[in-house]
C-alpha cells in the first residue's frame, strides 16, 4: 500500500472518480470534523478509513490494480486493530482524506498523488510512534 497508494489517488484522479464518483461526492460531507466527531468509536472511524482506500483504489478503473491494494488495505487494518487504541488523532487522520477525495474529483492528479504520499508517511509515522 505504501508504495502504491499514491499512483492510485493520480490514476483516480485522471478518471475524475470513475465509476464510483457518486460514491465519493457522497462521502466528501462525511469527513468533516463534525461528522466524524459524532460518528463515534474508533471502530467507526476504522472502517470509514477502510471505505474510503476501497473508493480510491475502485476509482482507478483498473480492477486488477483495486484488487492488489484491496488485499495491502487489509494487512494495514489488521495493523490499524493491533495499535488503534495507541493512535492519537484518528479523527484527524480520517480528515485528512477529504482534500484527497476532492483533488480525485476535481482531476487533480499531482494533487492527488502528492496528498496520498503525505498522507501515507503521516499513518507510518503514527503506527511507529504507537507502537
Known amino acids: 500500500m505504501i508504495s502504491r497508494s499514491p499512483g492510485a489517488a493520480r490514476r483516480a484522479a485522471e478518471k475524475r472518480g470513475g465509476a464510483v464518483r457518486g460514491e465519493i461526492e457522497l462521502l466528501v460531507p462525511e469527513l468533516s470534523a463534525d461528522s466524524l466527531a459524532r460518528s463515534g468509536s474508533r471502530r467507526d472511524l476504522m472502517l470509514m478509513d477502510m471505505r474510503i482506500h476501497r473508493l480510491v483504489h475502485l476509482a482507478t478503473g483498473n480492477d486488477y490494480l483495486a484488487e492488489t491494494l484491496g488485499r495491502y488495505a487489509d494487512i494495514a487494518a489488521r495493523i490499524w486493530c493491533v495499535s488503534i487504541d495507541r ?35 503521516h499513518f507510518e509515522r503514527a503506527l511507529r510512534a504507537a507502537l
Not at 482524506?97 to 496520498?116: C, K, M, N, P, R
Request: aromatic share 0%; hydrophobic share 45%.
Open 87 to 121: 493512535l492519537t488523532d484518528l479523527t484527524a487522520h480520517i480528515a485528512e482524506h477529504a482534500d484527497l477525495l476532492e483533488q480525485i474529483l476535481d482531476g487533480d492528479a499531482e494533487g492527488a498523488e502528492a496528498t496520498s504520499a503525505e498522507h501515507v508517511a
